[in-house]
């Protein structure tokens, strides 16, 4: 059974920076496409950022582009977020995702529980 955990989450103020990991268990990363999603109380969960399985294609979405930065290890099956300059509309939970394909424009099939970003202003 696959089982994404990420960590890496917690209480910062505002233009902190927060590094978030994601690590597998169960399958390993290979091949596939990873990403960042993130869920506000009461909101529909946006997608943040996605890296293919290479590494050489990114997607930010216009709202953290500029300020969080992807990242993937492909030998230790970890992906990461760098989330800089931090805003209090950036205040959600976190969680990673595993590809349906190689590229993260084929979309995703399972998601993490998450870890929680709160951002104080």
């Known amino acids: 059974q696959v089982q994404l955990v990420e960590s890496g989450g917690g209480l910062v103020q505002a233009g902190d920076s927060l590094s978030l990991s994601c690590a597998a268990s169960g399958r390993t990363f290979r091949g596939v496409a990873m990403g960042w999603f993130r869920q506000a109380p009461g909101k529909e969960r946006d997608f943040v950022s996605g890296?293919?399985?290479?590494?050489?294609?990114?997607y930010y979405a216009s709202f953290v582009k500029g300020r969080f930065t992807i990242s993937r290890d492909n030998a230790k099956d970890m992906v990461y977020l760098q989330m800089n300059s931090l805003k209090p509309e950036d205040t959600a939970v976190y969680s990673c995702?595993?590809?349906?394909?190689?590229?993260?424009?084929?979309?995703?099939?399972?998601w993490g529980q998450g870890t929680q970003v709160n951002v104080s202003s």
């Open positions: 890296i293919s399985w290479s590494g050489s294609k990114i």
């Open positions: 995702a595993i590809g349906r394909g190689s590229e993260y424009e084929s979309g995703f099939v399972y």
